[in-house]
């Protein structure tokens, strides 16, 4: 973990990935850390599409490829909304799936690209600010420099996690994740009204791919009837489906949703908010449920660089909605309206709280602290406490094989798990 090189010149910040309250708190605070050191400081624009293209008749360029920051720049920068370097979410490690990969010359050159390309303009450490997908890409791009020749030049990195998710192993709440909840509750409750002015429903399908922490945070602060996310696929709300690799001609068996089921447990919700004389309501389902979904609602839908699939594209938000209504009618012989909504991506460049604001601006001050002060590489920037900076390798938090990061979910039954199923529309089951 530790890199007992000189004092940086000149330090590169990158940021990928889909956009986060707070981010500029991030790229100011770590930016200032390194000016007043004596230290250069440079933002790559939009991520690692930057350097898709480098080579030796195509330079980096400064202003289209990457700024220079000082403190004209960053003057009241740590509160504004948006990202000012810009983001992607370019993978120059998509085709490293192992670290028998990094021997392969194709497979590693993008990463070479992004290596040469850092090199050509000076850069002597990296700040990674991003989510899981960026871990991963700074950890590979720690161990492909760990192969280079002796005496190469080496570019130390540290990553700061961000996802208004919050699935980060590694720290209790990622920065953005608490103005994403604010907001998105305002919204709920707002449609809150609106369906009971009308005597129907909306169900919300908020932002969360791979855990429920957002949908759960703002069902909670917006006062949702209910709240499912795909922590919550369990059980009776489980089935199984086996389908043919087309590349491979394998079979495989993966988790879906018990449609049926779930549709009972939303309808069974709606009835018994009934016999309270609540006639209305929101439901909120987290959008990685979509990818619980049967096979044949996901043909055609295009994937990312990293394989997700496009979860606007899959509209979860009408496809429930209908079977919902159509569910409710089948067990009352009523009819009740209920209307599909999609939330979350109008959050995602807010103006900061001011946690968000303290939390972003320390861990932009935790890159310098682990570059300069420590000396540090390959290791996340993290906090505990009250905004005590640690340190965590990507060792652990990558798995040393597949060179995939592990997502954290809620907790069945866990205390805030548990606040959820409190708060909303009792079942006596």
Known sequence: MADTSAKPRRVAILFAGGPAPAANAVISAAAVSFIRNGIEAIGIKHGYSAFENF??????????????????????????????????RTNPGKMIASPADLEDDA???????VYEALCSIGVDALVSIGGDDTLKTANKFKMYQDRLP????????????????????????????????????????????DADANRAYFLAECMGRSAGWLAYGAAIAGEASLVLSVEDITGEYCSEETTTDPKTGEQETRPIMNGERVLDRIVD?????????????????????????PSKYLEGIPRDEHGHISMSDVRLYELVSGLIAK???????????????????????????????????????????????????????????????TYVPFD??????????????????????????????????
């Open 55 to 88: 080579g030796p008749t195509q330079p980096l360029v400064e202003g289209q490829h990457f700024i220079r920051f000082d403190h004209p720049k960053l003057k009241r920068t740590r509160n504004s909304q948006g990202i000012m370097i810009g983001t992607a």
């Open 396 to 429: 652990e938090l990558v798995d040393p094989k597949t060179l995939v990061t592990v997502v954290r979910r809620i907790e069945p039954n866990s205390d805030f798990h548990r606040l959820a199923r409190f708060l909303e529309t009792q079942l006596n089951y």
């Open 327 to 389: 569910r409710y009618t089948e067990r009352t012989g009523k009819k009740r309206r209920i209307k599909g909504v999609q939330i979350g991506y109008e959050c995602r460049c807010g103006v900061p709280t001011a946690f968000d604001a303290m939390l972003g601006s320390q861990l932009g001050v935790g890159a310098y602290r682990a570059l300069v002060e420590r000396k540090l590489n390959g290791v996340m920037v993290s906090v505990a406490g009250q905004l005590d900076l």
């Open 150 to 193: 002796a005496g190469s030049h080496r570019i130390p990195v540290v990553h700061l996690p961000k996802t208004i998710d919050n699935d980060y192993r590694g720290i209790d709440f990622t920065f953005g994740f608490f103005t994403a909840v604010d907001q998105l509750a305002m919204e709920l409750r707002n449609l809150i009204h």
């Open 269 to 293: 919700t709606m009835l018994a908010r009934e016999k309270e004389g609540k006639e209305y309501g929101v439901i909120v389902l987290a959008e990685g449920l979509a990818e619980m979904l």
């Open 107 to 113: 497979k590693t050159a993008p990463l070479k690209r």
